[in-house]
């Protein structure tokens, strides 16, 4: 279907889907672009766009993903485009005998990325600040590390993208609470509010991240957008260690799914773990199964930030293992990040299959931030059919799910037990 370009395009949620859709739909000449949020506050307090920061790397084993990545690194850089969010640290990957980081080693190679090998302690130690201890991991797996990468202070990014849409013409309106799709013989007309009102719209395109399947359960998404939570926990820096470890690049291991950052401006050091993560099932009268919804600081205030005692007990684990040091301080803060996990970690970007009025654009299945300034091209693609037919099939709703992700082979999803979350004890050393 051809769109014409002073259609009403509504997109729902401000996230990192949303908000580059809309730049994009607005440079390619759509004059007539509004995203809505649920939050008050924008960028969403509790969205996982909306972290203090997020890896940018193009350490994939699937080549699209890493060339994609390469594209998006180069446009981070250009600050008269994408502000100062981006901070090219530099990344360590560990765990480079495993499948998945055996093959993104060569695509990077091949890709043309500053990338070398580790091959001894010595070598590791040149990749860090002389006087930061690393810990006895990096004796025992190999590691490479690729110059062109690093981090992005994330609200800062979607910050400034919001700004690009508003200074192009975009409207973007928080505080609106969508209850569902409104519909003419099958076909998406807009969206009915909680307050009883209604937006109409001649496309709208959801990209609601981790409350999607909660949000549309008519959609029936609940498996192909699964909301699954991850632990995140911080520690605060005084001053004079975080100049120690500033110039730090991020770590990422594959083998444990661990990652952290260099300090922030604000000296706080971030870390998590790529892995299965947790499901909320919340049962919706609507569906027909028990649907995983974000259990979060705006839901659940407080108590919405808690992570499981076990995963903190695991991280300052993991965290001995890269900076010994750090391993004896308290945790600062944690907090649940909420992604939307496909089964195969491919995104979801597509026409509905029934609906031409109806775009789907989400499933970041974690690893989709790094992407802001490219991601809204292809979702634009997909509306002005313009997408390859491969990548139609990558990203279709309804495609067969075959393949696993590698990144987090057998690391399982589990229920969130909220009588295991963690206390003001449990973040001691």
Known sequence: MTRKKEEKILIVGAGCFGISTAYHLLTRGFSDVTV????NVLPAPDAASCDINKIVRSAYHDVFYARLARDAISLWKNNSEWGNAYHESGVV???ADTVYAKTA??????LGARVKTLDDIDMVKDAFPSGVHIGHIFDQERCYFN????????SEGIAYAMSKVKDLGGKVIPGIQIKGLTKVDGVTTGVHCEDGKTIAADLVIIATGAWTASTFPELSLGRRCLAAGQSVVTIQLDEDEAE???????VLDFTTGFYIFPPTRESVVKMARHIGGYVNLIHNEDAKEAIS????VHSHG??????PKADVKVLRECLQNIY???????????RMCWYTDSPDSDWIIDVHPTDPSLVIATSGSGHGYKFLPVLGKLVVDRIENTMELELQKKFAINRPLGHIDLSREGRQVQTLNVDGLCTAEDLLP
Do not use: H, M, Q
């Open 293 to 296: 919804t974000p259990r979060t």
């Open 93 to 95: 990957v560990l765990g």
């Open 244 to 250: 120690r470890y500033r110039a730090c690049p991020v």
């Open 324 to 334: 010994p040091a750090l391993a004896k301080k308290p945790f600062s803060s944690t």
């Open 36 to 39: 809505l949020d649920r939050s």
């Open 302 to 307: 407080a108590g919405g930030l808690l992570v």
């Open 105 to 110: 080693l060569l695509n990077e190679i091949n």
């Open 147 to 154: 110059k062109d990468g690093g981090w992005a202070a994330a």
